[in-house]
Antibody, heavy 122, light 105 residues
Framework: QITLKESGPTLVKPTQTLTLTCTFSGISVTTNGVGVGWIRQPPGQALEWLAVVYWDEDKRYSPSLESRLTITRDTSKSQVVLTLTNVDPVDTATYFC??????????????WGQGFLVTVAS | QLTQSPASLSASVGDAVTITCRASQDIRTYLAWYQQKPGKAPRLLISAASTLHGGVPFRFSGSGFGTEFTLIIDNLQPEDFATYYCQQLTDYSWTFGQGTKVEFK
């Protein structure tokens, strides 16, 4: 069974750096075709893709946020970590960790974490 | 870019509804559809433009290739009132449409 769980601070002050951790189980992130990424959704708004790290350590970022984002993977801890620098209240959102496997289900996000609400406020 | 329409629609139980997604470049069939209910994570409905994901009812169907894609829900059921998103994969990066909220008429 595949599980993904997001964790991190629920409240962050403007200009600080947000660090979110996705802890997963039931998947091998080094298997060909596998990717783990992050999506966010501001309250009442649409989904927004942020970043993904693939099986071969290839990393891709949303062009609009690339300068502020870093995604890393720690296979020994079964974790993928996302950092977002210089946060602003507009970064208030529910952040989802997601899993894709191109070999099993092409070009789709098969599994989602439950989501984690982060509020940016002073 | 991915342009999804309409932004919202009103329908009744038993209706058929159509949601469209238009890509700004040829993405072949690298498109998926998701359903999201309030307070929940999205759920994958369709991958590769037309492949129904496991456990998804057959009243959901997807079609399209290249730049034009469609999600059709036949015989709308009460549990289908939700927001639907399309998502594309290009150059190993993902993009979402702006969503379509299906509301009860």
């Amino acid at each position: 069974q595949i599980t993904l769980k997001e964790s991190g601070p629920t409240l962050v002050k403007p200009t600080q750096t947000l660090t979110l951790t996705c802890t997963f189980s039931g998947i091998s992130v080094t298997t060909n075709g596998v990717g783990v990424g992050w999506i966010r959704q501001p309250p009442g708004q649409a989904l927004e893709w942020l970043a993904v790290v693939y099986w071969d350590e290839d990393k891709r970022y949303s062009p609009s946020l690339e300068s502020r984002l870093t995604i890393t993977r720690d296979t020994s801890k079964s974790q993928v970590v996302l950092t977002l620098t210089n946060v602003d209240p507009v970064d208030t959102a529910t952040y989802f960790c997601v899993f894709s496997d191109f070999m099993a289900v092409p070009a789709a996000l098969i599994h989602w974490g439950q989501g984690f609400l982060v509020t940016v406020a002073s | 870019q991915l342009t999804q329409s309409p932004a919202s629609l009103s329908a009744s139980v038993g209706d058929a509804v159509t949601i469209t997604c238009r890509a700004s470049q040829d993405i072949r069939t690298y498109l998926a559809w998701y359903q999201q209910k309030p307070g929940k994570a999205p759920r994958l409905l369709i991958s590769a433009a037309s492949t129904l994901h496991g456990g998804v009812p057959f009243r959901f169907s997807g079609s399209g290739f290249g730049t034009e894609f469609t999600l059709i829900i036949d015989n709308l059921q009460p549990e289908d009132f939700a927001t639907y998103y399309c998502q594309q994969l290009t150059d190993y990066s993902w993009t979402f449409g702006q969503g379509t909220k299906v509301e009860f008429k």
